[in-house]
């Protein structure tokens, strides 16, 4: 059990178009999903915070209204990149964390390659 | 602040070995989480083993086991009889126990098994 997906696997998109990237936990429910970003070669940043019904905590330095995370459901959280750049290439990986504690509590999913060109 | 070190950023061992991939941590927490995850090439973060900072045993999980040492803040994972599929990506992590959980990775270690 514990099953996160993302969709799509891999985008490639044109500079200053919008890419919506889903993360659903399939088998149990998640109050917190976590959207990670990891450059080639680099480790895994934390982007923002996801609770379902409420607005996205974000890192220092994220941009809130570039990166739009929206968590609608126990099962499903978004996240847009508006007006992609280039520079927003990068791996995205979201995690869920389960409503019922456990110290496994986040699941991740497979992540999305995002290029932009 | 929270930080992770992981100071190995690639290793090459024997197949069959045991590897030991160095993790270090700071904190002023008294209560946190560790985990360790593997990252093969394709991307996805696989959870290989957990240490709560009040466990009293190191954790084991098949062939992996985590090296507690808390006085020294450090978490190595240990990888017995190593295989080929064991190539790849070795992240470190801690979990702040308070506020809303988040984690926080090293930058990693490149493990490469020879065959």
């Not at chain 1, 609608?72 to 959280?77: E, M, Q, V």
């Not at chain 2, 360790?36 to 084991?60: C, R, V």
Request: glycine share 6%; proline share 4%; aromatic share 12%.
């Amino acid at each position: 059990g514990a099953v996160v997906s993302q969709h799509p696997s891999r985008v490639i998109c044109k500079s200053g178009t919008s890419v919506k990237i889903e993360c659903r936990s399939l088998d149990f429910q998640a109050t917190t999903m976590f959207w990670y970003r990891q450059f080639p070669k680099q480790s895994l940043m934390l982007m923002a915070t996801s609770n379902e019904g409420s607005k996205a905590t974000y890192e220092q330095g994220v941009e809130k209204d570039k990166f739009l995370i929206n968590h609608a459901s126990l099962t499903l959280s978004t996240l847009t990149v508006t007006s992609a750049h280039p520079e927003d290439s990068s791996f995205y990986i979201c995690s869920a964390r389960r409503t019922d504690y456990s110290p496994y509590e986040q699941y991740f999913g497979p992540g999305t390659r995002l290029t932009v060109t | 602040a929270q930080k992770i070190t992981q100071t190995q950023p690639g290793m090459f061992v024997q197949e069959k070995e045991a590897v030991t991939l160095d993790c270090t941590y700071d904190t002023s927490d008294p209560s946190y989480g560790l985990f360790w995850y593997k990252q093969p090439s394709s991307g996805e973060m696989i959870f290989l083993i957990y240490q709560g900072s009040y466990d009293q045993q190191n954790a084991t999980e098949g062939r992996y086991s985590l090296n507690f040492q808390k006085a020294r803040k450090s978490a190595n994972l240990v990888i017995s009889a190593s295989q080929l599929g064991d190539s790849a990506m070795y992240f470190c992590a801690m979990r702040h126990d308070f506020g809303n959980e988040k984690l926080t990775f090293g930058t990693g270690t490149r493990l490469t098994i020879i065959p």
